[in-house]
């Protein structure tokens, strides 16, 4: 995947096909050039994987955090969110991903972070940025954003050994009136989610009230993207699925997981493109996500990526 992405080059002489739908009217997004892969200074603190490509194994089942891990969970999903909210003055038709990436990059260097999905697993961006039809996992390339782009960025940081993990939609410039229903109902499922959260709740109730919350809005559910549990590990225990459910596990004051719901206007049925990344929805259908880590406390939870 690695060596593929360093020697991709896929210019489009075309723009991508431009569809009037049921769904609304919007660009179907297909994967442009992917510029070079960036170097992290050498006195940046790494993840396990950003040489060897693969992330170490996070802890067997869900860790309860002490006071001084909860803290620095804390610092990384602040500078996360600091970020979201830094990249949205940049977001205007002409713009590319890639510039998007790159302002990103500069400012979690700067800030001596590590951008965690760079060489996560061979990825070869500091942000995942998907749009309109990209369910997740887009790779920034050479597309500049055209009027009426909904677009996800997916921003985590590894700041002093400990991962933080938040996403958001934006809008470039005017989208129609179908893609701001989308966002607000993916709003509302992350919302609602998160209100129920507390010591002894089942995990299940996370999905089963964001699918109830997205099937009455009349959009579906993308089941196979989950959120999870964070720490000194990107990806670890517990699993949390968004679609409706009940399998076991219980909140408990300690935890820190993420959710981030993904909401199709159409089928929830996605492929993977070549790149081995993009995933896109089979019918071309938009698609939004927005995501938190949260911690349960003692008596509810904190949203430590507000
Ligand atoms: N940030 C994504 C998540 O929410 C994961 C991206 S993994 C990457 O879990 F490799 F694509 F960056
Ligand atoms: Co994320
Ligand atoms: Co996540």
Redesign the pocket.
């Known amino acids: 995947m690695f060596l593929k992405n360093l020697f991709r080059k896929k210019p489009k002489a075309t723009p991508c096909k431009f569809i009037n739908n049921c769904f609304g009217s919007y660009e179907v997004i297909e994967p442009w050039e992917v510029t070079e892969i960036k170097e992290v200074p050498s006195y940046i603190t790494k993840p396990s994987y950003s040489k060897s490509l693969r992330p170490r194994d996070g802890p067997k089942k869900p860790e309860i955090k002490d006071k001084n891990q909860i803290q620095s969970m804390r610092d990384s999903c602040n500078f996360a969110k600091q970020i979201l909210t830094h990249i949205k003055k940049y977001i205007k038709p002409g713009v590319t991903t890639d510039e998007l990436d790159s302002i990103v990059h500069e400012m979690i260097i700067n800030n001596g972070a590590y951008p ?3 060489n ?4 070869p ?1 500091s ?2 940025t998907s749009i309109n039809n990209v369910a ?2 887009g ?1 920034p390339d050479k597309r500049p954003l055209i009027n009426g782009d909904i677009l996800n960025i ?3 940081v590894y700041l002093h050994g400990y991962h933080g ?3 958001e939609m934006f809008e470039v410039e005017k989208c129609d009136n179908e893609a701001k229903q989308l966002i607000n109902i993916t709003k509302l499922c992350l919302k609602s989610a998160i209100d129920i959260c507390k010591p002894n709740e089942n995990l299940s109730s996370i999905g089963n009230i964001i699918e109830e919350t997205a099937s009455r809005n009349g959009y579906s559910i993308i089941p196979v ?1 989950t ?2 549990g ?1 720490g000194t590990y ?2 670890g225990p517990p699993d949390i699925f968004h679609f409706a459910n009940d399998f076991p596990g219980k909140m408990l004051p300690g935890m820190t997981f ?1 959710i ?1 719901p993904i909401l199709s206007q159409g089928s929830y049925e996605i492929k993977i493109l070549e790149d081995g ?1 993009t995933a896109v929805t089979v019918d071309n259908a938009r698609t939004a996500q927005c ?1 938190h880590t949260i911690l349960i406390t003692d008596t509810g939870c904190d949203v430590l990526t507000r």
């Open positions: 965690s999905p760079l996560y697993k061979g990825f961006k942000i995942c997740c996992h790779i997916d921003v985590t993990d938040c996403s993207f959120g999870h964070i990107f990806h993420t981030e990344w995501e």
